[in-house]
């Protein structure tokens, strides 16, 4: 009994020594692994940032394509009025004559006037209360 108890301590001891020894060899693959992990986060991440950077110029392209379209609209619309400007001179004359308020030429609308007030009249609402004299007595 006590040789199977020893025969029992010494598998568990080099068991323990074999552990021990792999255990800078796990530690190293462990290490390994965790830096594959993190390079492949970075690579995903610069791909994530290299899409992002193509899909702003496409965008900022497109908006560049829309500013330039719209001022060649206004560009094209300023010259056509400068041509329509320049053929009617008949237009122009016109504009320079003063306008008139009543084109059927009817007199302007009277306003009506309110007679003057005379300042001995009294008005027929009074805007503040009288004055109580001093020494009239107070009722409650």
């Known amino acids: 009994m006590a040789r199977s108890t020893i025969a029992e301590m010494e598998a568990m001891l080099a068991e323990v020594s074999q552990r021990t020894a792999s255990m800078p060899a796990e530690a190293l693959e462990r290490t390994e692994q965790l830096q594959a992990q993190i390079e492949r986060g970075v690579e995903d991440l610069r791909a994530s940032a290299r899409r992002t950077a193509e899909e702003t110029a496409a965008i900022d392209q497109a908006f560049q394509e829309r500013v330039r379209r719209n001022y060649d609209m206004l ?12 053929s009617a001179p008949a237009l122009a004359a016109q504009a320079s004559r003063p306008a008139t308020r009543w084109p059927d030429r009817r007199a302007p609308p009277r306003r009506r006037r309110r007679p003057p007030r005379r300042p001995n009249r009294p008005r027929s609402s009074p805007t503040r209360r009288p004055r109580r004299p001093a020494h009239a007595p107070v009722c409650a």
């Open 75 to 86: 560009s094209e619309a300023v010259a056509m009025m400068g041509m329509s400007a320049a």
